[in-house]
């Protein structure tokens, strides 16, 4: 059970894996493609709280969200292989961040074409984060292996 339970973890992992990959690879002096993706939706994140909270957001660095999604999954996902609760935490802090900015299938009509792309995607990372509740919850669930010590022998006389 210790070998498919690994599998299932490593299989699980390699998606956040790859694109921590892809995304180290593609980074380069400007953040690389998701920087650019993510640029104009933290733009229109602060507007959102200049205008509905009148606070104005201290400037981001897109560059360093990128680096920060990077390394969480990265790390979460090698941590999250070997079965520590740390790397499977870090993930459900990406998947928490980025699925609501990334995937704003809110913004659109169902009658639009985005929608059901955008949907799609966000409902791939809530099953994603779902899966990672389920293995916190079963990780904390059950009983830690316990060493049982061998009971004396009566001696006879």
């Given amino acids: 059970m210790g070998f498919i339970s690994f599998m299932g ?61 990077l390394a969480f999954k990265g790390f979460g996902g090698v941590l999250f292989v070997f079965g520590s609760s740390f790397g499977a935490y870090l993930l459900l802090l990406h998947l928490l961040f980025t699925s609501p900015f990334l995937y704003e299938f809110y913004n659109y009509s169902p009658a639009q074409p985005e929608f059901f792309t955008l949907l799609h995607e966000f409902l791939q990372n809530a099953a994603l984060f779902g899966a990672l509740l389920f293995f916190l919850g079963m990780k904390n669930s059950l009983p830690r292996r316990q060493i049982k010590k061998a009971a004396p022998k009566s001696k006879t006389v």
């Fill in 9 to 69: 973890r490593l299989l699980f992992a390699s998606i956040f894996i790859l694109s921590a990959w892809q995304m180290f690879h593609e980074f380069g002096v400007d953040g690389g493609p998701a920087a650019k993706e993510l640029s104009p939706k933290v733009g229109q994140i602060r507007e959102l709280f200049i205008a509905k909270f009148g606070v104005k957001l201290p400037e981001i660095e897109v560059k360093q969200l990128v680096a920060t999604s």
